[in-house]
């Protein structure tokens, strides 16, 4: 006798009774998330706390605005800005975000005192399983400012100096030598080839960081392993991975395996280098190496190990799609090519196609280079939200928004707060031709590009711990963010993006022959969608 017939026969009269016929289970599959709907609609429609920033209008709980801010957050900003002005509140996937725009609303947020607005709480998730433990944002503020130190001691003048070399090679011998670049290659036919934009431009990045921040066993072993590593950990910098911190599968497991292996390379290259009296690598590495926290203790290998992956990572997409942006540009400008081309015969040239070494001096003197990275960086910055996590209630400034003359908005504890640079750096308010790609506007030493600059520069000067900067939290132009989170990587990121954009001008004629990209962002940092730039070899006879 089977199962059935002994168990469940005799009481299958009561289980159909006690269980609801599938007619009122499909019933109750429709109404359930409906009534959730309606009441979610209901509740917004009932008068609210004044003191709390107007809510961003959505039907679905939980969700909230995410597939609007997901699919275009500038215009999803502009357009709650119209209705709700420079201060509102909408929902990211059960998280209460409130946005505060425009460069008063980037002093709220990037200029607050990190016990009340804190990084770490936010970015967290996303960073600790890939740079590891105790770095960064797994360790308490104070920490990071001195990580942050440690850093921008070992990025001196000298090895500035030094890089810049080294990044013309590695960009020359990436022409010479990759596939994409055949029509280069066969040196006397005058045609025409193409690259895609991205794969190129994160090629070349991760080869000219790893060759000078990462050091000489990094960049040897690129060929040989490392590279795959980072690539399964890069797969686990996605907004996905940022907003479900742990979900069976591969992509995570892959990403735990590689932090585990790359922190295993870098420390097993510190044990070498000791073991063989130590190196005579004079690199970010062997720096950190010398470095004391102010309590005297030296960095364990491990902190090292994690110190120089977070640097990987946080220079890897923000380097390579910048670098991506200039070039989609200067294609789609065939004038502003032309005048790169000249700025570098006019430096550098000694006749026929011949140019003499680009030195990090130089660069400092190249005004369209110069102007061409920065106006990228305003219409293109890669990091399009800057948020912090509130710890404890936080008035807004009336003069960044108020419900009436006599009231303030106050964002509650537990709100992330949203700075988006990325918006003010195109407002029309500040910008004439907001935008339009125009280089030129940075050679107005009274326009509002360069007082953004001055005012991003020359500010007050503060030390968070990581040395003297401007605070410059109120400019309207902030790539490089701003206050204790500034970036430290701003010098090496202009000289990296400079001497590659160079480099290529220097040999290349460019075109592009695609409507100009969108842009992604489904990534985490804003890079063009799928394009190629056309190419050609420059020929001087
Ligand atoms: C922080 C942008 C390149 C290392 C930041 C922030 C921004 C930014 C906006 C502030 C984030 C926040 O406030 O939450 C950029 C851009 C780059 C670039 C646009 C290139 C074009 C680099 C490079 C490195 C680097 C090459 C490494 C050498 C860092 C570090 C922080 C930072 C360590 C500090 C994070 C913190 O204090 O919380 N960057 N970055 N960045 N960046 Fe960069």
Same mark, same amino acid.
């Given at each position: 006798?089977?199962?059935? !017939? ?21 019933? !109750? +599959?429709?109404?359930?998330?409906? #009534? ?52 509102? =509140? ?36 996303? =960073? ?10 797994? $360790?308490?503020? *104070? ?9 921008? $001691? ?94 069976? +599968? ?7 395996? /590689? ?40 960095? &364990? ?36 090519? *032309? ?16 140019? &003499? /070494?680009? *030195? ?10 110069? !102007?061409?990275?920065? *106006? =990228? #960086? ?22 960044? /928004? ?15 707060? #949203? ?9 029309? #308010? ?21 007082? /953004? @600059? ?36 701003? @010098? ?50």
């Amino acid at each position: 006798m089977s199962f059935n !017939a002994t168990l469940i026969e005799p009481w299958s009269g009561y289980i159909a009774q006690a269980l609801p016929s599938p007619r009122y289970l499909f019933y !109750a +599959l429709i109404n359930i998330p409906l #009534l959730a709907v309606a009441l979610n609609a209901l509740y917004q429609l009932l008068p609210r706390d004044r003191s709390l920033p107007p809510l961003v209008f959505h039907w679905i709980p939980f969700v909230g605005s995410a597939p609007a801010y997901g699919k275009d957050p500038i215009a999803f900003f502009t357009k709650c800005r119209e209705k709700h002005g420079n201060v509102f =509140t909408f929902i990211l996937l059960g998280r209460r975000v409130t946005v505060a725009l425009g460069p008063k609303g980037n002093d709220f947020v990037l200029g607050g005192k990190h016990t009340v607005l804190a990084a770490e709480d936010v970015y967290a998730p996303l =960073t600790n399983p890939i740079f590891g433990k105790d770095v960064v944002y797994d $360790v308490p503020n *104070e920490i990071l400012m001195e990580q942050k130190k440690f850093v921008k $001691v070992s990025l001196t003048l000298d090895k500035f100096r030094a890089y810049v070399g080294m990044i013309e090679e590695e960009v020359h011998g990436f022409l010479k030598t990759d596939p994409t670049f055949l029509i280069y290659q066969m040196n006397d036919i005058n045609e025409w080839g193409s690259f895609d934009t991205m794969k190129t431009f994160a090629e070349m990045t991760i080869l000219t960081a790893s060759r000078t921040l990462q050091g000489k066993e990094i960049r040897d072993n690129m060929d040989k392993g490392f590279a795959h590593l980072y690539s399964d950990l890069d797969h686990g910098f996605t907004p996905l991975h940022w907003m479900f911190e742990d979900l069976p +599968l591969e992509s995570y497991r892959k990403r735990d395996a /590689a932090q585990a292996k790359m922190s295993e390379f870098y420390q097993s290259i510190l044990r070498n280098r000791r073991a063989s009296g130590g190196s005579d690598e004079d690199d970010v590495m062997s720096s950190l190496a010398r470095q004391r926290y102010r309590d005297g203790r030296a960095l &364990r290998d491990h902190e090292i190990a994690h110190i120089m992956i977070a640097l990987l990572m946080a220079g890897q997409h923000t380097s390579s799609s910048s670098t991506a942006w200039t070039m989609l540009h200067v294609a789609e400008h065939p004038e502003i090519a *032309e005048a790169l081309y000249q700025e570098q015969v006019e430096h550098f040239g000694q006749g026929e196609g011949q140019f &003499r /070494a680009m *030195e990090y001096e130089d660069l400092k003197k190249l005004p369209v280079l110069d !102007a061409v990275i920065r *106006e =990228t #960086l305003r219409l293109h910055p890669p990091i399009h939200s800057i948020m912090r996590k509130v710890k404890s209630a936080l008035p807004v400034p009336p003069s960044l /928004a108020a419900p009436s003359e006599d009231s303030v908005y106050v964002v509650p504890a537990g709100h992330t707060v #949203l700075a988006s640079p990325a918006l003010s750096q195109v407002d029309p #308010l500040t910008w004439k031709d907001a935008e339009k790609w125009d280089p030129a506007r940075w050679y107005d030493q009274d326009g509002a590009a360069a007082m /953004a @600059q001055r005012e991003y520069d020359e500010g007050t000067k503060v030390d968070f711990g990581f040395g003297l900067v401007s605070k410059g939290t109120e400019s309207p132009y902030l790539p490089f963010g701003a206050g204790r989170h500034r970036c430290i990587g701003e @010098q090496f990121a202009f000289l990296q993006v400079g001497t590659v954009v160079a480099s290529l001008v220097r040999r290349l004629e460019l075109r592009l022959d695609q409507p100009f990209p969108e842009p992604d962002y489904t990534c985490m940092m804003v890079q063009p969608k799928k394009s190629q730039i056309h190419y050609r070899r420059r020929h001087f006879d």
